[in-house]
């Protein structure tokens, strides 16, 4: 019932899904591709703040002023359902609460996962977060296989330098580090992420299969 009520749209990158408000008007369902969240910084540029797998598309609050400007974009070829949230709550009446949990639980991990790339609040330095940022993308686009996981895309430094918040340069720096760590292998242009062998330290969104983080060896 859910899948016949949703109305389907095509999009292809850089074409915007939804701007900031209607990220909360309806239900909104990533169904095939990658999306992006993106957010406008101090001085006008935009940068990539998530990736998004298939599946509900996080809300984002509207802060004062609308100063970020949070948007869904199109990161690859994508397909999004859509369905007003007084008809979704008449498809999913019998399993309301776990329907809604689903979403609930969703808009969580994305913020949790922005406050766990945050250097000024947990202390991570940028080795940290760059262990912990492909973690996260191995949770969600990783396909295990005997070295570890696949990353299904092939995400640019520039994309992971978004998401943590630090330079293109030095975010490459720090890759060709992990790789001398022997904690991630280049396999063509896709990185092969080595979940088992990256130590616990902090714990990444509950609802990853891969939930680790990393200590940087001394």
């Given amino acids: 019932m859910l899948a016949g009520a949703l109305a389907l749209t095509n999009f292809e990158p850089p074409q915007i899904i939804l701007h900031e408000a209607a990220l909360a008007s309806d239900a909104h369902i990533l169904l095939e591709g ?27 609050p509207s802060p004062p002023l609308g100063r970020f400007d949070f948007r869904c974009e199109a990161y690859n070829h994508c397909r999004v359902g859509s369905l007003g949230w007084n008809d979704f709550k008449g498809i999913t009446v019998h ?7 689903k979403f609930h639980q969703n808009d969580l991990q994305q913020w949790y996962r922005l406050l766990l790339r945050s250097s000024s609040f947990l202390n991570l330095d940028l080795h940290e977060r760059i262990a912990v940022t492909l973690l996260e993308l191995a949770s969600d686009f990783g396909i295990e296989e005997s070295r570890g996981a696949l990353l299904r ?7 992971i330098a978004d ?11 720090h890759l060709a580090q992990l790789e001398r760590e022997h904690l991630v292998i280049r396999q063509g242009r896709r990185l092969i992420v080595r979940t088992g062998k ?5 714990t ?7 939930g680790r983080a990393f200590t940087k060896p001394s």
């Fill in 34 to 60: 990658i999306a992006r969240i993106t957010c406008q910084k101090a001085r006008g540029e935009r940068v990539t703040i998530a990736l998004l797998p298939p599946g509900p598309i996080p809300e984002f």
């Fill in 95 to 101: 399993s309301s609460e776990s329907a809604f949990r």
């Fill in 153 to 159: 895309a092939s995400f640019s430094h520039q994309d």
């Fill in 163 to 173: 998401l943590v918040g630090a330079s293109r340069p030095r975010v490459t720096e």
């Fill in 198 to 202: 990256i130590p616990p330290a902090t």
């Fill in 204 to 210: 990444v969104p509950p609802s990853s299969a891969n």
